[in-house]
């Protein structure tokens, strides 16, 4: 046991009281979104938040980095904590004043852990047995791409594709959005984009684009009718697909709206066709 000022803590546990510790540099100002963009990517990592999300990446075969969290957390986690000395990997325990003047923000849901990114595998490699595939075209707001993320695993989707511009599915609040199913859905970019409808076409898919067109075809007529191997391509929040990626696409698909409303947010929108289009699973 190792002495955190009058508490007893786990081996392999170390008490802080302070932020300058050179260790801790993972967990620095997680709420500077720009600066999470920039360097998660780039130092090769990412930040899973709670107790279920840290779970699931473990699950995946991610390899964590270091964990920190508040000190009830140290039972409810206690055979990650356990593991985590056996294989010499830091956890750092603290108040939450400390926690929260590190992060940036209140540590409501008690632990983190700083994750090794994973090499993204290539679009073929994801694809080889999928029959539905989701595409995210450019979308900016992390919330939206977990939820579709999350509308994808419940939904059967076998892989999720996304631009070059969207958001980092593995961004913080990407992961806690998504409840951490995330790391159960095959997913990787595909670059470039539109180029790689062709791609997708080669691979087999007929690529369906979700767009407001006047001449578009029904959700309901597609799902009367689907296609083997389905690629749904959903767009950004605010204009919706790219006229050139419309243009790229086989089919252009419109859901029936009612009451005046034109539209759906796009997490939802996603979840409507892929329940609408689904397969039995294997």
Request: charge should be negative.
């Amino acid at each position: 046991m190792i002495d955190g000022g009058d508490r007893a803590l786990p081996t392999g546990v170390t008490w802080i009281d302070s932020t300058d510790d050179p260790r801790l540099a993972d967990y620095v100002g997680l709420t500077d979104v720009a600066l999470r963009r920039r360097s998660e990517p780039e130092r090769g990592l990412y930040i899973a938040e709670s107790e279920k999300v840290i779970r699931r990446a473990l699950a995946a075969g991610h390899r964590p980095r270091s964990f920190l969290m508040g000190e009830r957390w140290l039972v409810d986690l206690a055979d990650v904590v356990a593991a985590a000395s056996r294989d010499g990997i830091p956890v750092f325990v603290g108040e939450s004043p400390v926690l929260e003047a590190l992060t940036g923000f209140h540590l409501h849901r008690g632990a983190l852990a700083a994750m090794q990114r994973p090499t993204l595998p290539t679009v073929a490699e994801v694809v080889t047995d999928a029959r539905r595939v989701l595409v995210l075209e450019d979308i900016v707001d992390h919330t939206n791409v977990g939820a579709a993320v999350r509308a994808g695993a419940a939904l059967g989707v076998d892989a999720i594709l996304v631009t070059p511009r969207c958001a980092d599915p593995l961004y913080r609040r990407a992961i806690r959005v998504s409840m951490g199913t995330v790391f159960q859905v095959p997913w990787t970019r595909i670059d470039p984009w539109p180029a790689g409808v062709r791609a997708l076409r080669d691979l087999g898919f007929i690529v369906a684009a979700f767009a407001l067109d006047d001449d578009a075809m029904t959700l309901d007529a597609l799902a009367a009718d689907p296609p083997a191997r389905l690629a749904l391509v959903v767009g950004t929040e605010g204009d919706g697909l790219a006229r050139h990626t419309v243009s790229a696409c086989d089919l252009t698909v419109r859901i029936p709206m009612a009451a005046g409303v034109d539209s759906l947010n796009v997490a939802s929108a996603a979840a409507v066709a892929l329940w609408a289009v689904r397969v039995p699973p294997r």
